[in-house]
């Protein structure tokens, strides 16, 4: 992968990006800068994509992984055989470069796409996602009783917002496993707790089947999808970030809602980087709870979708 050697710059900064906030892209660009060591740190050797607002949250937005046609022949960049070259980002230079352009969003892989490990998750990821938007204590109720799951196979997790209406709990592996282990592990974990809490968890894809209920996004979890990235901001009005949070703020009713850019580099300041500083469970533990799978689950196939 290719170095960037070019310096970051800023154009038409002045441009109203969160306007219900009245946050510029001066303002953004300014919150990148200051927690973008964090923010790399949970891109750095992953699959990239991004979420771009050229002319702020109330514009024109899509989708981007592949790297952009004008971009500089230093710009880091991930060669893959057969495909237009991938976006990478290593460093903070390149977060800026790319959040100059207006990359409002990072998503990142589950796995990294070189070094030991390669191709393997380096966590087991629950993504949970209301039905109502506006309904994040039936989340916040779901992602304490998944905790407790966890804790009963001999797991710790971390809960983690999503800059928008629901939760991603987190469990960090000392070392990668595959997907053929883990997915299963967390599809299982997905309909335990469906089937426990009927009434407030749902695997149901179809939104018009869910009701009320939060569903647990288990397919989430695999090789081609990516989730919001640790301290990345959400392209919404007001400038919300997705962000770790402690299982006694979750106790406590902590508010996604609470948690802007001003909030989140406060915290990171005050606290360093949750996740990063989170315990590391053992593969060992993920692999025995893998193989107490009734022998369906263990042949479940590992798909791209």
């Not at 470069?97 to 998750?121: D, K, R, S, T």
């Not at 997915?183 to 299982?188: E, G, L």
């Not at 996740?275 to 469970?281: E, F, S, T, Y």
Request: glycine share 8%; with cysteine.
């Amino acid at each position: 992968m290719k170095r960037c050697e070019r310096r970051a710059t800023l154009t038409h900064g002045d441009k109203l990006y969160f306007p219900a906030v009245g946050l510029c892209k001066r303002d953004y660009m300014t919150y990148l800068a200051q927690i973008g060591a964090h923010l790399v740190r949970h891109l750095r050797h992953r699959s990239v994509t991004l979420v771009r607002c050229p002319d702020g949250v109330g514009g024109r937005r899509f989708y981007q992984r592949h790297l952009p046609p004008h971009a500089p022949p230093t710009l880091p960049r991930r060669e893959v055989p057969g495909e237009r070259p991938l976006i990478a980002i290593p460093d903070v230079e390149t977060l800026l470069y790319y959040g100059n352009l207006g990359a409002i969003e990072f998503h990142a892989g589950l796995h990294l796409v070189q070094g030991p490990g390669a191709g393997c998750p380096t966590e087991l990821t629950f993504d949970l996602d209301p039905t109502d938007p506006h309904d994040f204590e039936r989340v916040r109720e779901l992602a304490l009783r998944l905790r407790d799951v966890l804790r009963d196979l001999g797991l710790d997790g971390i809960a983690k917002t999503t800059g928008a209406s629901g939760l991603q709990v987190w469990v960090p592996l000392e070392e990668p496993l595959p997907y053929t282990v883990t997915r299963p592990v967390v599809n299982f974990i997905a309909a335990y707790c469906a089937s426990r809490w009927p009434g407030l968890a749902t695997t149901e894809r179809l939104v018009r089947h869910r009701g009320r209920r939060v569903y647990v996004d288990a397919p989430q979890h695999g090789p081609t999808r990516t989730l919001i990235a640790a301290y990345s901001a959400r392209a919404v009005d007001r400038a919300l970030v997705s962000a770790p949070v402690s299982w006694t703020e979750l106790e406590s009713g902590v508010s996604p809602g609470t948690l802007d850019i001003d909030a989140v580099r406060d915290r990171l300041a005050r606290e360093g980087d949750l996740l990063a500083l989170a315990p590391r469970n053992a593969a060992s533990r993920v692999q025995a709870v893998y193989d107490a799978l009734p022998l369906p689950w263990r042949q479940m196939r590992v798909r791209s979708v």
